[in-house]
């Protein structure tokens, strides 16, 4: 591969759409490449990119039948496009299109935290002057709640302030206060994050910026120490560790859905149940989810996290039977 071949892809790191929109083309231009080459391309790890290519296998053209979405061939480690939905061809846009498009990088382009703002812009710019009337149709659009905060905190890290938060962490159920001192503001998926260094945990920290209940800037300057680093984030928030306890359940058709929302290590059927093993942070988080599905769940490991759930089912039944 020339050193041409080898530039790093434009909208490869944090944006998984435009990653996606030039894994096609790198693809076609390469049949049967390397999954471990072009993840290295792309300057991500080979099982985001595996993910990124199960994404594209459904994704293509309306009807999403046979013949309408992106096909390929995963030959071991070498991956080769063998229908690209027509993505290699010019676009083209109706009016509803336009605006449809005009309107969602306007709301892009104002979202807090976001990356590549100049490349947005300049898209926008390049699709509002070719739809002419149609680009300055009035729209309004209506950010998300709690981007008023999120750019408030960004204020603060940009003048590379301490802050001391009241934070409310989930896993635990407990509410602190802690001075942290600030890195950089991110969005992930739809939510905002604040990345820190936790002078009350002394490592570094991501906090949802929605679980901040109060927040104070300081007059002392931030001051992250060297080993202050920030987390690679490529492959999600939660990023499983052999450290972390793993849970095993069993679970009727009416829990499966936890398998789709929280990262498992494994799933397999069971008769009409599913056997799921996943790793947790903390097993009072876990202890309060599986409480919560009631019967339809089943605990089998670890012992302590059975016990525990026992313990709290016997207590909230003995409620019950208190005259």
């Not at 231009?29 to 391309?41: H, K, N, Q, S, Y």
Request: contains cysteine; hydrophobic residues 40%; proline residues 7%.
């Amino acid at each position: 591969m020339t050193p041409q071949q080898r530039a790093r892809p434009a909208g490869a790191p944090g944006d998984r759409l435009g990653r996606l929109l030039n894994l096609v083309p790198y693809l076609l231009a390469r049949p049967g490449i390397e999954v471990a080459e072009a993840a290295a391309d792309f300057h991500i790890s080979e099982k985001q990119l595996r993910e990124d290519l199960e994404l594209l296998w459904v994704c293509g053209l309306p009807g999403y039948g046979p013949g309408d979405l992106i096909d390929m061939a995963l030959d071991g480690d070498r991956v080769t496009i063998t229908y690209d939905a027509g993505i290699d061809r010019p676009l083209r846009l109706n009016p509803d299109e336009a605006l449809a498009l005009v309107v969602a990088l306007r709301m892009l382009a104002e979202t807090p935290g976001i990356g590549s703002r100049d490349a947005i812009e300049r898209a926008l710019a390049k699709i509002e002057n070719a739809t002419g009337d149609v680009g300055d149709a009035p729209v309004a659009v209506r950010l998300p709640a709690g981007t008023e905060r999120l750019d408030m905190i960004r204020g603060i890290v940009e003048r590379r302030h301490a802050m001391r938060i009241t934070y409310y962490t989930a896993a635990r159920d407990e509410t602190t206060e802690r001075v942290v001192d600030p890195m950089r503001v991110l969005m992930v998926g739809n939510r905002g994050y604040l990345e820190a260094w936790c002078r009350r945990a002394e490592a570094t920290r991501l906090f949802r910026v929605d679980r901040i209940d109060a927040y104070t800037e300081l007059d002392e300057p931030a001051a992250p120490p060297a080993r202050a680093v920030p987390h690679d984030l490529s492959d999600g928030i939660f990023q499983p560790s052999q450290d972390l306890p793993l849970v095993t359940v069993r679970l009727g058709r009416g829990s499966r859905w936890i398998t789709e929302y929280y990262p498992c290590e494994e799933v397999r059927r069971d008769g009409n149940e599913w056997l799921v093993t996943m790793r947790v942070t903390d097993l009072g988080w876990a202890q309060r989810l599986l409480l919560g599905l009631g019967s339809d769940v089943t605990v089998l490991a670890p012992a302590a996290l059975v016990d525990q759930i026992r313990d709290q089912a016997v207590a909230a039944l003995d409620q019950y039977s208190t005259p």
